[in-house]
């Protein structure tokens, strides 16, 4: 049993829907993103693979050149492999060439940039290191139906933002155990509403309050075969872009989510894992071409933000937008969020539901 699903017991006996369960793993796991949550739930129903969300599975399996089949990637030179810090949204600038780029430039020159350099990989006896830095908007409602933490960007009356951090052990070996840590510390930020500093620290009471250390041999603990994260679960993934479309589509056969937004929040939520092969990450890149209203948010230098957006029709929210911020030299996305919902004047539309922020190191050891 994975740390999602000892969440999920707390709740059990009560009547929840999905995304509301998502909120209350998010809240004890210290903002780990909701849609990574729902793709755990799609994986399990798998019959041959599994990603994550939150980072999850919404997420993992979530990948210039198009490269169609296996494709071999450099051996790994680790005392050459670079550390990635975590690098937050960039500003919008001015003048620079990639404002009169498009977005699928922008992905083809990421993808291009990622076969070219291979993947960064740990050597058997090490760990590909990944940490993640999580905020999430927290959102409070008196009246809720179910929890007065779990309210809408359009009834929350007080909301406050929320950050905390996990990491992620990858072996080099990934036959090898993996193992995830979940820090308990949760330190908040902003504060909308009146009264919001005071609820603010009442919900810090409901989180996490220890550490959590989940170990797992092979992959990720989240009930796939192969497991999500071997060897064998890539090597089933398709590397052509509009076969790892349909791929996707496939298994969300019956989703009553919208497919082209999960699918984004995979993919993304994949790349930032940065567990896949390159030429896999290429073609996740690749397939974000056909996500539908996609722009160009901010540039600078070679770092790009882009922004995906979708149209719900949901109780909970009206919309749902995904941003990633990608490296064109590299190919490396170090950053991403999501905004559920446009209505409600309490909290900024320029702060979303949830961020993550990643840095990559390879270390020696694992907790």
Known sequence: MDVF??????????????????????????GIDDSRNAERKRLARRPMFVI???????????????????????????????TFAPTPPPSPSTGDPFERATVASVLESAAGATVAGGALEAAPGQYLRVEHQTTQLVLYQPTDQYTKWDATRASATA??????????????????????????????????????????????????QEQIIDRHAGGIDDGSDPQTGSDAYYAQIP?????????????????VLDEDSQIASMI????????????????????????????????DGSLVTLEFSFTWTSDRFDSWTDTLTVDTSSGF???SSRTLGSEGTLVPA????????????IVDDAP
Do not use: C, H
């Open 5 to 30: 699903e000892r969440v999920r017991d707390v709740n059990a006996g009560l009547t929840l829907t999905e995304d509301r369960v998502s909120a209350a793993r998010l809240r004890l796991l210290q």
């Open 52 to 82: 994550a969300g939150a980072v999850t599975g919404v997420a993992a399996v979530t990948a210039g050149v198009v490269v169609v089949g296996q494709m071999t990637a450099p051996s790994p030179q680790v005392e050459a492999i670079p």
């Open 159 to 208: 909301a406050w933002t929320a950050s905390g951090t996990y990491f992620t052990y990858i072996p080099g070996d990934r036959s090898q155990e993996w193992v995830t840590l979940f820090e308990p510390k949760t330190t908040i930020g902003q504060t909308f509403g009146a009264g919001a500093d005071a609820l603010a620290t009442e919900w810090l009471g409901t989180t996490l």
């Open 239 to 255: 590397r052509d872009p509009q076969q790892l479309l349909d791929w996707y589509r496939t298994f969300m056969i019956g989703d």
């Open 268 to 299: 993304i939520q994949e790349l930032q894992r940065n567990a896949a092969p390159a030429d896999l990450r290429a073609a996740m890149l690749l397939a974000l071409r056909a996500m539908p209203n996609g722009k160009i948010v901010s540039v």
């Open 333 to 335: 996305v170090s950053a």
């Open 350 to 361: 320029a702060v979303p539901n949830f961020s993550v922020v990643t840095s990559i190191s």
